[in-house]
């Protein structure tokens, strides 16, 4: 175990069981696993088509880009 675990762990013994409760809740909501593919193919369709509505290509908002930077970069 690491020294940080074994503070952690020390630390944790000394609290009352209130806080120890409250320690346990907080812990499991943490989501600590990988996302699986199942929950990742989900979240893929989610996001799909959220900027379509954007009036603009990636291509277009590049050239304008280089364009800011060259007028930005002008003596």
């Known amino acids: ?11 944790v013994r000394e609290l009352n069981p209130e806080q120890r409760r409250e ?3 907080a812990l499991a909501s943490i989501d600590t696993g990988p996302i699986n593919t199942t929950d990742r193919e ?10 379509k509505h954007v009036s603009t290509t990636s291509e277009a ?3 304008r880009k280089v364009d ?7 003596p």
């Open 42 to 51: 989900q979240l893929v369709r989610s996001i799909r088509g959220k900027y």
């Open 61 to 63: 908002f590049l050239r």
């Open 23 to 25: 320690l346990a809740k």
């Open 68 to 74: 800011d930077t060259a007028l930005e970069s002008r």
């Open 1 to 11: 175990m690491s020294t940080d675990i074994q503070s952690i762990v020390n630390a």
